[in-house]
């Protein structure tokens, strides 16, 4: 699978939009975007995946560039609950592929 | 509303002792897998089940080992515990749905060897 690479942390102010980056210039065609959170020790959280389209649902936005080496994940309206580290993993599709976290991003909401 | 469950949520147990950390999900999913995670580091995937009877061993190496007899159930054992298992155990579960499909995470075991 391709290697992510997100900045060590951010912050933004609650209520503000928070826009996550991610870089994941060497993708290939059948790998897909994911997103998970993962708030103070917990399980990780799935957040959002695709592919190539810009996708939605009720937690983020996920727009991914047209060239597929970047995307950026984006949480509209930040509370303090969405305070946690934010993993960007690109996963190629099949039965059998596995999730491999790195890092992540720590995004901190402030009041 | 989590539908994979680990217990115990926490856990000391003293040098030498055998333990199970239990993993189960009501969701039917045929893929399980084991993550390990000290404090403020990475996860790390230490076993894994495609299904029934099949179980392997992930990226990180682990003196643990894992069963799958049942679907809903992956239990993970360490035989003799050691200081350095001293870490947060993670279970998931996932179902192919022709685009990898997401992971569930239980809340994890935070396991403590004195």
């Known amino acids: ?21 991610c870089n994941h210039s060497t993708i290939s065609g059948n790998e897909y975007v994911y997103w998970y959170r993962q708030i103070h020790s917990q399980g990780p959280q799935y957040i959002i995946h695709g592919l190539k389209n810009n996708e939605t649902n009720e937690m983020a936005s996920l727009i991914i ?5 970047s995307s950026t994940l984006i949480l509209p309206h930040a509370t303090l609950r969405d305070t946690a580290v934010y993993y960007c993993i690109v996963r190629v599709s099949g039965a059998n592929s ?9 995004l901190s909401v402030r009041p | 509303e989590a539908d994979i469950y680990q ?3 926490y856990l000391v147990i003293g040098t030498g002792k055998k333990i199970t950390l239990e993993c189960s999900q009501t969701m039917g999913h045929d893929k399980m ?13 230490i076993h ?11 990226d990180l190496s682990s003196e643990s080992t ?5 679907t809903e159930h992956f239990p993970l054992t360490l035989e003799s515990a050691r200081p350095s ?10 179902e192919y749905r022709g685009q990898g499909g997401g992971y569930t995470f239980g809340s994890g075991t935070r396991l403590t060897v004195v």
């Open chain 1, 65 to 69: 560039t047209e060239d597929r080496k």
């Open chain 2, 7 to 9: 217990t115990p949520r």
């Open chain 2, 85 to 94: 298992h001293t870490s947060q155990y993670l279970c998931a579960s996932s």
């Open chain 2, 33 to 45: 897998y084991w993550y390990q995670q000290d404090p403020g580091m990475e996860l790390h995937l």
């Open chain 1, 98 to 106: 596995k999730l491999t976290f790195g890092k992540g991003i720590t």
């Open chain 2, 48 to 58: 894994y089940s495609y299904g029934v009877n099949s179980t392997e061993k992930g």
């Open chain 2, 66 to 70: 894992v069963s799958r007899i049942r």
């Open chain 1, 1 to 21: 699978d391709a290697k992510t690479t997100q900045p060590t942390s951010m912050d933004c102010a609650e209520g503000r939009a928070a826009n996550l980056p």
